[in-house]
T-cell receptor, first 114, second 111 residues
Framework: GENVEQHLSTLSVQEGDSAVIKCTYSDSASNYFPWYKQELGKGPQLIIDIRSNVGEKKDQRIAVTLNKTAKHFSLHITETQPEDSAVYFCAATPGGTSYGKLTFGQGTILTVHP | NAGVTQTPKFQVLKTGQSMTLQCAQDMNHEYMSWYRQDPGMGLRLIHYSVGAGITDQGEVPNGYNVSRSTTEDFPLRLLSAAPSQTSVYFC??????????FGQGTRLTVV
């Protein structure tokens, strides 16, 4: 089955800096890659996603890039703000009959210092 | 629109007890799933459903049962609780299997 590795368990940045979190995946059949933000005591919330037919997607201060050849994808947050502090999870799901079965990375705790 | 509603929010069980975690969604989503979240391990899929009457196992299904008799509801049953099932449980739903909406979670402690 799919295995998703999220290499940074913690990341600290100063307000205004950029933050990058990278994930690698193992199943070349995976074709959908979402990123979730989880605040304390809440459920994960989808912040951006990308499909395998696209290399990059942006939404205001956040972007996701995908390298299918190397099987990795990354979350980029620019001009970080203290409210960006949270746990970020990457995930992947294969196509076909397994579509929708998300495999998550271990999570990265992002701390943005004012 | 309430989204995905999970009940209860907190629960303490004794080893060997059974219980049902409730999950309901009002978005008419076909896909629903249950995950457990443990420290340092992300979220792991327990069971999954692509529509009423259809369920499938995820990565960690042992000790849990599910059924999907309606589109709205997807309850998770613990048959005989064990301390290893102490975790935070999240239910999620999605329209197409892609963008998933999560509930607020149920924090379960088994003593």
């Amino acid at each position: 089955g799919e295995n998703v590795e999220q290499h940074l368990s913690t990341l600290s940045v100063q307000e205004g800096d950029s933050a990058v979190i990278k994930c690698t995946y193992s199943d070349s059949a995976s074709n959908y890659f979402p990123w979730y933000k989880q605040e304390l005591g809440k459920g994960p919330q989808l912040i951006i996603d990308i499909r395998s037919n696209v290399g990059e997607k942006k939404d205001q201060r956040i972007a996701v890039t995908l390298n299918k050849t190397a099987k990795h994808f990354s979350l980029h947050i620019t001009e970080t703000q203290p409210e960006d502090s949270a746990v970020y999870f990457c995930a992947a799901t294969p196509g076909g009959t397994s579509y929708g079965k998300l495999t998550f990375g271990q999570g990265t705790i992002l701390t943005v210092h004012p | 629109n309430a989204g995905v509603t999970q009940t209860p929010k907190f629960q303490v069980l004794k080893t060997g007890q059974s219980m049902t975690l409730q999950c309901a969604q009002d978005m008419n989503h076909e896909y629903m799933s249950w995950y457990r979240q443990d420290p340092g391990m992300g979220l792991r899929l327990i069971h999954y459903s692509v529509g009423a009457g259809i369920t499938d196992q995820g990565e960690v299904p042992n000790g849990y049962n599910v059924s999907r008799s309606t589109t709205e509801d997807f309850p998770l049953r613990l048959l005989s609780a064990a301390p290893s099932q102490t975790s935070v449980y999240f239910c999620a739903s999605s329209y197409s299997g892609a963008e998933a909406f999560f509930g607020q979670g149920t924090r379960l402690t088994v003593v």
